[in-house]
């Protein structure tokens, strides 16, 4: 059973216009969530965090949304670039857990120019 | 250059043959964790070390082994790897073992793609 899902495997957008990425949690004891970014060929690499006291955090183009009452996060992404298209991941921990990451399947994003 | 770099970056082997993927990192960080990538299936953790000697099971250790002699160092063994254990394989890094809100984070190694035949 996966505690973190992203149910859509891929979204194209254009140059410019906000990217929307999803993700949905099960396990109330999650208090920390986080978003990677993959390239082909690469490892994940840190995007953007946020902490179960916050609703909101934003980095430069970067903005995560967290409602806590329905167990989703969101990623959106201001105005999307071509650099942009790469695989999402969200993930969650429950921070007295070891930091244990539990990750999402990943949202494939592709930015056409 | 702070980094965690994995060996092989690419390796096919035959069923029953054991092997070593071998993972290092330059920060001194305590943590250290390996994960599989599986299509569908995001990344799910194998295996975690608090620190030096202090290893831990994840979500899918069936298969594999690890150690933690230094600190620096995290190898993970596949006595006798089979066919369904060909995955992305990556190894993962962090200061802290345990933290609270904050913003630490995991550091990724490059990736082990592992076929076995």
């Known amino acids: 059973d996966q505690q973190v899902k992203q149910n859509s495997p891929s979204l194209s957008v254009q140059e410019g216009r906000i990217s929307i990425l999803n993700c949905d949690y099960t396990?109330?004891?999650?208090?920390?969530f986080l978003w990677y970014k993959k390239y082909p060929a690469e490892g994940p690499t840190f995007l953007i965090s946020i902490s179960s006291i916050k609703d909101k955090n934003e980095d430069g183009r970067f903005t995560v949304f967290l409602n806590k009452s329905a167990k989703h996060l969101s990623l959106h992404i201001v105005p999307s670039q071509p650099g942009d298209s790469a695989v999402y991941f969200c993930a969650a921990t429950d921070s007295g857990s070891a930091r244990q990451l539990t990750f999402g399947s990943g949202t494939q994003l592709t930015v056409l120019p | 250059e702070a980094q965690v770099t994995q060996n092989p970056r690419y390796l096919i082997t035959v069923t029953g043959k054991k092997l070593t993927v071998t993972c290092s990192q330059n920060m001194n960080h305590e943590y250290m964790s390996w994960y599989r990538q599986d299509p569908g299936l995001g990344l799910r953790q194998i295996y975690y070390s608090m620190n030096v000697e202090v290893t831990d099971k994840g979500d899918v250790p069936e298969g594999y082994k690890v150690s933690r002699k230094e600190k620096r160092n995290f190898p993970l063994i596949l006595e006798s790897p089979s066919p369904n254990q060909t995955s992305l394989y990556f190894c993962?890094?962090?200061?802290?073992?345990?933290?609270?809100?904050?913003?630490?984070?995991?550091?990724f190694g490059p990736g082990t793609r592992l076929t076995v035949l």
């Open positions: 993962a890094s962090s200061l802290l073992a345990r933290t609270s809100g904050s913003t630490d984070t995991q550091y």
């Open positions: 396990n109330s004891m999650f208090d920390y």
